[in-house]
């Protein structure tokens, strides 16, 4: 049997990683880091196949902030990484999806919307 995929979810608030804990734990390997210092670290020591990262990380775009810092390592170019936001007005979804995230769930999220889409984002993933 395939090893399950991991996946580091960056995120601030205690009640939405337990929620995502019992959301994914399941299906995945769910590591979780609460900011961007302690991400950065996490995921340059640890292989991660996908980033579920928060976008308000202590400011107002952390998450965005660490998936540009993510993106400048070449061993962590193409990682593909999620947003998962409660930015939810017209243009939020195309603006991150701008800044290089590969997919967007917006808050509040269903379990089965966070699942299809990280299904999406791993396709090949999958296949392993």
Do not use: C, W
């Amino acid at each position: 049997m395939a090893e399950p995929l991991r996946i580091l979810s960056v995120e601030d608030n205690a009640d939405t990683r337990l929620l995502l804990k019992h959301t994914l734990q399941d299906d995945y390997e769910v590591a979780f880091a609460s900011g961007v210092a302690n991400a950065l670290d996490t995921v340059a020591s640890e292989p991660f196949d996908l980033l579920l990262l928060d976008i308000s990380l202590g400011t107002d775009r952390g998450g965005v902030k660490l998936l540009h810092e993510v993106r400048e390592r070449d061993d962590l170019d193409d990682i593909p990484a999620i947003a998962l936001t409660a930015f939810a007005m017209p243009g939020d979804r195309e603006e991150l999806l701008d800044q290089g995230f590969d997919a967007y769930v917006g808050k509040p999220f269903t379990n089965a919307e966070l699942t299809r889409t990280i299904d999406r984002a791993l396709p090949d993933a999958r296949e392993r």
